[in-house]
């Protein structure tokens, strides 16, 4: 990935800390306002089918990461289209996993 993208943590949780991951809250917040808001209930695949899917086609070991895509508010699909700018920050939470923040950084 580039450098700066797909941040991850603070920290990751293990399968038995996490009681039934397609029922979990996540919300993105863009300065503290609501930007995305759902449930891994409303994946259009589940966890179980997607590790499956993917171990048939290649080996995952412990501590591999599967990155799904993300809910439905994305800025740029908004009316009007809302894109982050230097010193807005971003904070997505996900129940049971922690809150990731990162501060937007533009590059000269």
């Known amino acids: 990935s580039l450098d700066t993208f797909c941040p991850l943590g603070p920290w990751i949780v293990t399968a038995d800390e996490i009681p039934d991951p397609q029922n979990l809250h996540i919300q ?27 171990s048939r086609h290649f ?5 591999d990461l599967i990155l799904t895509g993300t809910p439905s508010g994305v800025g740029v699909f908004r009316e009007p289209s809302v894109y982050m700018k230097d010193g807005d920050e971003i904070a997505i939470e996900i129940e049971a996993v922690g809150q990731l923040k990162n501060t937007c950084r533009t590059i000269p």
């Not at 995305?36 to 590790?51: E, G, R, Y």
């Not at 080996?59 to 501590?63: D, E, N, S």
């Open 28 to 54: 993105s917040r863009l300065n503290g306002e609501v930007m995305q808001d759902s449930n891994t209930k409303n994946m259009i695949f589940s966890v179980a089918l997607l590790v499956s899917f993917m």
């Open 59 to 63: 080996t995952l070991f412990p501590g």
